[in-house]
Every structure is written in structure tokens, then in C-alpha cells.
């Protein structure tokens, strides 16, 4: 990575290097099929299952990218972020690989487990009020308090960077992918992924799926900017923060649309994967295939991969049960 | 298969041929592991995944073993069993792709998404009461009248051989294992598990782990003769049946040692998979692991081996949700 400034714009080549530098510390994730699904869809679907990821989610690739591209002198002082999510245990994860100290910003109402697993990979939380001004205000003083450098979401460089070694990998385990989809919050995925397949496949098209609760990312798309939502409320939460300058940048540039999917859709797609694959995986992973499942013209006879980003759900409040 | 009589003991030709038959049929599942599960058990684990299977669950090589090695002549008349669970998706399935007839007898109360599931692979269900008299009954009625060839869930050489697969992949897939752990029921696994391994690996251990609550391996094994239980509790529904003459064979000769797990160990075993490995798996499939974390030092500093053996769960009937 040749500048960390937020507008640097990672290149194949921070993708190659990303995937050299985390590999000893990633799953090289398996790729499932099933006929139940392709007979419903009347596509070809593979799965890629960043569920089975390390720390639970393909966020711990660009978490990893960025905790091992430091010097060791950056290093020492940490990492830093706030999260309340699969980023938070995924840099956590990988400061903890390090040994560097990592602090998460996380609000107090975050769930249990997500703390007690922030800290089982050896984090420190600071919290804060459920509130962004909160957030930012606790956030900046840890950050000017311990000098840690700071690994955003994903609207930085390395950790997009890192998100694309997915997509290199997918391209290598099936042949002739005629397009891919993933979930799109703020971006990190699917600018991975476009990253990747528009310098090595750049026939493949990259289709990104939000809940149409929090659909900023179809309306930017459709409108030529960003638009922002204040706090969407979906099922899928981890697809409620808006893109940013860099993932838009990818976003606008390569993705071929962007498509949604009602909450209702999305608990279907999710339960009809757990039942027929027998995996795993969070509502945030569910509008790929439920968009598929509603756009069957789209991909008839395709070849088609979709990402499955993370296994991280509460076991005691599935969305089934609480109907 | 030389002779298809119950008591023709199969060997390890046997198990070849039924993977060159079976293959085109079945997957050659992943095996996953976990970084958590081994510090937590002082282990290295090794999941063979077969709740990815065809059908659901391991059961699908023996059954496609069985339903491929027929005659032109004897497929065309069908194939039948009497099964309320994997085996009778697993032969419907099997047949369906051969494009035979298959008739399963199942007890009119057994759950209707299995019903659906075996109707879905083109199967026929004929319902008996729910007992053993009504199912004998009625399945010697089916045979009679349509003459079909019966596959008996597990004491049946060409089932055997099939399972058999299962651990011939899983050896060429993780080297220098040490053990290997499969549940048990009427053992047709784990018999398969010892006709491979002491053919080409006779180092590895074989362990069976079942329920405390059904524990007739566990004290057959120590009996040195099958003692069969009535009606076993446990929710480990797949593990309630005895075994018969063909897998004793196996397990009073290759079987190192039957351990036991505790309702309680089995429901926490199968959640903590859940979890931590993000995949859905049968409350029959947790005993392997649950008797692993209860006797650590037996695997500490192994590699072992784990067969995760299938995954058709019922998603709103839950164990941790139901108490």
C-alpha cells in the first residue's frame, strides 16, 4: 500500500499483496452448492462461505490487511475503531494475532456476546452512548488519547484492499462465473469485488443486494450521488450504514445495479438457506439470494456467485421465533 | 459386491467400487475446522461435513450404493425400506436419480416436512401405525405385492460399503489423523468407518459416541454380545435404533471404545457447533463432540477426526428453544 490517506484508491496490486500478507491468518472459505436452490432459481449458484471465516465474517480480511501492513513502530501504539459489529471482533481478531493493542468504540446497548467476544480475541471497549454525535466524540479522544491509527469499516483503502482477496479467491475456485453478488452496507464487499473482478474477469457482473429498508445504496445509484439515510431500520444490521467517498467510487464505477429486497423476502431467503444448505449465516447475508429468488430473469441460466458474508447471529432470537 | 445376502461381510474392494459407483451422485464434502474448538477441547479437530451431503446426511452413500448396484432388471422393480428418516430421503433420492420406483414405509405420525421431502424425491410413502408390529407388518404387505428390493437402513453390506466412503475421503483429505469419532445408532457408520480404516489406516482409533439415554452400543460393547433397548428417549432421534448382526461385526472388532453423553452434553455440543462453526447439524450428530470435550485427555494432542453426519433439523423446533 503506497498511501494511507482515506482517498488513496487501492489497485490489483494492494489486492495481491493484501492476500500474501493475511493469508496465514484467513480461511481460504469453501465454495457450497446446492440443486434445490438452482432448480428454484433456474441459475447455477455457488456459495462462497465467508460464514466460516475467521472471527465469523469476511470482515476479519481487511482488519487483517490492515493491523499487518503496519510498521512495527505504528504497530505498537494500535489500532483503533468503532464498530459494534463483525468489525470490531474481526480487527480485535487480528490486533490479537499481532499482539498490538486494539480499542473498540462500541455503545453500551451492543449486544453481550458481541462484547464478550471483542474481548475473548483480547480487545479493550470503550463505550459510549447509542448516539453518532456519542460515538464520535468518545472515538476522537480515544483515538487523540493513544495516537491508534485508525481502521475505518470500510471506507479505507487496506481494508478494501483486503475485502477483494475474497473475490480473487471465488474467481479461482469456479470457472466461467457469469456474475456476482453480494451485500452491500457500506460498501466494503462489493468495492472489493469490484476491485478485483474489473482487473482479472471484468466480464463478470457485480450485482450488490440491500434491504429495501435501507436501500441509500440503489437510490445513490440511481441519482449519480451519495444519498445518506439517518437509521434504517431493517432485519439485515449489517447493512444499515450509507457508503462513503471510497466505496462510492467503486460503487458508481463498476456495479452493474443494485437490487432490494423486502424484510420479509430477506427472513424467507435467510431460513430457506439454513434449511437447504445447512448453514449458519446472518440476515445481512440474505438479500443476495433473496434478490435473485425476485429477479429470476436477471440470472436464468447463469453462472453465478454469491457472496456469504457471516455466520455472527444470535442463536436464542432468529427471526422465525420471534413472529 | 459379490453376494447380497445380510451376512456377506464387505470389503475393502467393496468400498472402492462403491466409490467409483456413487460418485456422480453424491458430494465430496468439505471438512472444516476450528480454532476455538480445538483450544477449548486441547485437540486438533477435524469436521468432515456430511450435513452438506446429498439428501441431508451421509446416509445417501450406502443408499445410492445400493440403488446403483442393481441389475437393470432388479432396479426396475424398485427399491423399498422403512426408515422415518435420513435413510428414507436418502434412498428416494438415490432411486429418483436412477429413475426407479421406491416405496417407503414410514409411521403416519412421522414430521410431514420429512414426508414432503421423500414425496419431493419422487418417493411413495405407505403409513403403519407407530410401532414395530404395524411397521412389519405392513412393509412385509409392501414387499409382497411389488417385490421390491429392500435396503436396509444399515445391516446391509452395499449400505455399509457406501458409508465406507465417507472415511476414505475423509483420510485422503486430512493426513496423520490419530482418531476418528462418528456417532452411533445401529452402527452403520461407524461400521463403514472400520472397514475403510482398518484396511488403509489401522493406526487411526475408531470411537462411537451415542446418548447416554439410548447407550445399547456402549453396553453391547462391554457385554460382548448386542443388547438391543425397547424405546429409548433421547433426542438424539437418529441414534434410538439397535444394532444388528452386520455392524456388530464391525464394532466388537475395530471399535476402540462406545462413549456416552448426557442429554444435557448433547443439546450444549450441538449448539457450541452451531456457533462456532456456523452449520446446521442434527441434535444426532453432537455426541462425537460433546464426548470429546468429556474426556480431554483421550484426545489431547490428537489429531481427531469428527463426522458430522447429517443436518435435517426441524428450524422451529429448536433444543435451546424449547426449554
Known amino acids: ?5 482515506e482517498m488513496y484508491i487501492p489497485t490489483y496490486d494492494d489486492v495481491l499483496e493484501a492476500h500474501e500478507r493475511i493469508k496465514p491468518y484467513i480461511h481460504r472459505t469453501p465454495v457450497l452448492t446446492s440443486s434445490y436452490l438452482n432448480e428454484l432459481t433456474g441459475a447455477e449458484l455457488f456459495f462462497k462461505c465467508e460464514n466460516f471465516q475467521k472471527a465469523g465474517a469476511f470482515k476479519v480480511r481487511g482488519a487483517s490487511n490492515a493491523v499487518f501492513g503496519l510498521s512495527d513502530e505504528k504497530a505498537q ?16 481478531y487480528a490486533a490479537g494475532r499481532r499482539g498490538i493493542p486494539v480499542t473498540v468504540v462500541m455503545p453500551r446497548t451492543a449486544p453481550q456476546a458481541k462484547k464478550d467476544a471483542v474481548r475473548g480475541y483480547g480487545g479493550t471497549i470503550v463505550e459510549c452512548e447509542p448516539s453518532t454525535s456519542s460515538r464520535e466524540a468518545v472515538f476522537a479522544e480515544v483515538v ?15 481494508v478494501i484492499a483486503g475485502q477483494a482477496t475474497c473475490s480473487l479467491e471465488f474467481n479461482e475456485q469456479v470457472e466461467g462465473l457469469d456474475a456476482m453478488v453480494a451485500p452491500i452496507g457500506g460498501g466494503g464487499m462489493i468495492s472489493g469485488t469490484c476491485l478485483t473482478l474489473s482487473n482479472i474477469a471484468p466480464q463478470i457482473k457485480v450485482y450488490a443486494a440491500e434491504p429495501l429498508n435501507a436501500d441509500d445504496a440503489a437510490r445513490s445509484f440511481r441519482a449519480g450521488h451519495i444519498i445518506a439515510d439517518d437509521a434504517p431500520d431493517t432485519i439485515a444490521d449489517g447493512l444499515k450504514v450509507p457508503l462513503k467517498d471510497l466505496t462510492w467510487h467503486f460503487v458508481k464505477t463498476h456495479v452493474t445495479d443494485v437490487l432490494t ?4 423476502e430477506i427472513v424467507a431467503a435467510m431460513r430457506l438457506t439454513w434449511q437447504r444448505m445447512k448453514i449458519v449465516m ?3 447475508c440474505a438479500p443476495p439470494l433473496a434478490t435473485i429468488l425476485k ?17 455472527n447471529v444470535d442463536l436464542d432470537k432468529l427471526p422465525w421465533m420471534q413472529r
Chains 1, 2 share one sequence.
Open 282 to 284: 446472518e440476515p445481512s
Open 261 to 264: 429486497a423486502t424484510e420479509e
Open 144 to 158: 487523540a488519547r493513544s495516537g491508534a491509527d485508525f481502521v475505518h469499516p470500510y471506507n479505507d483503502p487496506r
Open 1 to 5: 500500500m503506497k498511501d494511507l490517506s
Open 77 to 92: 501504539i494500535g489500532v483503533a475503531t468503532h464498530s459494534s459489529g463483525n468489525h470490531a471482533l474481526s480487527l480485535s
Open 295 to 311: 429477479n429470476k430473469e436477471l440470472f436464468r441460466g447463469k453462472r453465478v456467485g454469491v457472496i456469504i458474508t457471516g455466520g
